[in-house]
């Protein structure tokens, strides 16, 4: 009995076997078959591509996403390292110890992504009570700027992700719906023609045995066995 095609198969054996199938009808002359399952194999192909084009659209959109983190993150290197030179040109007022407590700014760059942009605009804040003719009050804008950028970013994301699934969970519908009507050719070809024969119309999709060390590597029936 020819194996038919299983949920855990992959797209890419679902078509394979599918195009095969559908040779070997027109090759056996049973194109009456053919007219319910080209449509589903186009479908699928059509699903799979979409699928790999919200695929490559949540890749992209997650690089987008971490070069904005990194753009954060130098913006409040930026912000300290500023600080350090105010601080020691203004020994008497120092800024560092009331905007970074820790000392670094390694707690707030480390925090989760989703948690970092509150935070840096809490630091913004701190900034902004310093007073606009603070020399570091420029860093404030910069700061909440990058925030709000690494905000939209996640969004982005994830609802790039959530446009993937919904186009994988699509895909799937167009397997199922094509393995379904793969299995039903073949019992339908059992009915009118057989089993011998409907096996015929499907392709094989074991995996090959090796040939053993000592087989021969001429093929049966080929022209290299004909001409010896």
């Given at each position: 009995m020819a194996r038919m095609l299983t949920e855990?198969?992959?797209?890419?054996?679902?078509?394979?076997?599918?195009?095969?199938?559908?040779?070997?009808?027109?090759?056996?002359?049973?194109?009456?078959?053919?007219?319910?399952?080209?449509?589903?194999?186009?479908?699928?192909?059509?699903?799979?591509?979409?699928?790999?084009?919200?695929?490559?659209?949540?890749?992209?959109?997650?690089?987008?996403?971490?070069?904005?983190?990194?753009?954060?993150?130098?913006?409040?290197?930026?912000?300290?390292?500023?600080?350090?030179?105010?601080?020691?040109?203004?020994?008497?007022?120092?800024?560092?110890?009331?905007?970074?407590?820790?000392?670094?700014?390694?707690?707030?760059?480390?925090?989760?992504?989703?948690?970092?942009?509150?935070?840096?605009?809490?630091l913004a804040k701190k900034l902004e009570l310093l007073g606009p003719d603070h020399n570091l009050a420029p860093h404030a804008a910069k700061l909440r700027a990058g925030a709000q950028a690494v905000r939209d970013a996640i969004k982005l994301h994830n609802d790039a992700i959530r446009v993937q699934k919904s186009a994988e969970a699509e895909e799937d519908i167009a397997k199922s719906a094509l393995r379904r009507k793969y299995e039903a050719n073949y019992l339908d070809g059992r009915k009118l023609w057989g089993r011998v024969f409907a096996d015929r119309l499907f392709p094989d999709l074991r995996a090959p045995k090796r040939p053993s060390a000592d087989a021969p590597s001429v093929v049966k029936g080929s022209f290299a066995e004909k001409s010896a």
């Open positions: 855990r198969d992959s797209t890419a054996l679902h078509l394979n076997a599918s195009r095969r199938h559908v040779r070997l009808l027109r090759r056996s002359r049973r194109e009456e078959m053919i007219t319910g399952i080209d449509p589903l194999i186009a479908d699928l192909q059509h699903k799979q591509q979409l699928s790999e084009d919200r695929a490559l659209d949540t890749q992209a959109a997650y690089d987008a996403l971490v070069a904005s983190d990194a753009e954060l993150d130098d913006a409040v290197r930026n912000l300290h390292d500023a600080g350090k030179q105010h601080d020691r040109s203004n020994p008497t007022s120092p800024a560092l110890p009331d905007l970074f407590p820790n000392g670094g700014f390694g707690t707030l760059i480390d925090l989760p992504l989703k948690d970092e942009p509150d935070n840096v605009d809490a």
